[in-house]
Nanobody
């Protein structure tokens, strides 16, 4: 069982930046960030293979968001720059210990409680 705890959400004006953190309590092979806006489906934002450090992104955030991990691979970060109002959502950290390489919610076994990000225009 892996527990995930997110932090770092908040409110910011368009063009600003935020950094989200996700601390994992156990072994992970893959960690990812997802988001869900009111009335919309949960969508993948970024993922990272924690044993290798290779990252991948949704097209909507490429060039603006960066996923990274700390040296002990227990914590991943999502640096969000040039934020837009359409980035407003609840952001969730997710993890799995088998598969990696996609941003499909079905491929992630463990989920955090979420942290709210609000971007005002």
């Amino acid at each position: 069982q892996v527990q995930l705890v997110e932090s770092g959400g908040g409110s910011v004006q368009a063009g600003g930046s935020l950094r989200l953190s996700c601390a994992a309590s156990g072994y992970t092979y893959c960690m990812g960030w997802f988001r869900q806006a009111p009335g919309k489906d949960r969508e993948g934002v970024a993922g990272i293979r924690t044993r290798v450090g290779s990252a991948y992104y949704a097209d909507s955030v490429k060039g603006r968001f960066t996923i990274s991990q700390d040296n002990d691979q227990d914590t991943v970060y999502l640096q969000m720059n040039s934020l837009k109002p359409e980035d407003t959502a609840m952001y969730y950290c997710a993890a799995d210990f088998v598969r990696c390489g996609t941003l499909l919610t079905a491929n992630f076994r463990y989920w955090g409680q979420g942290t709210q990000v609000t971007v005002s225009s």
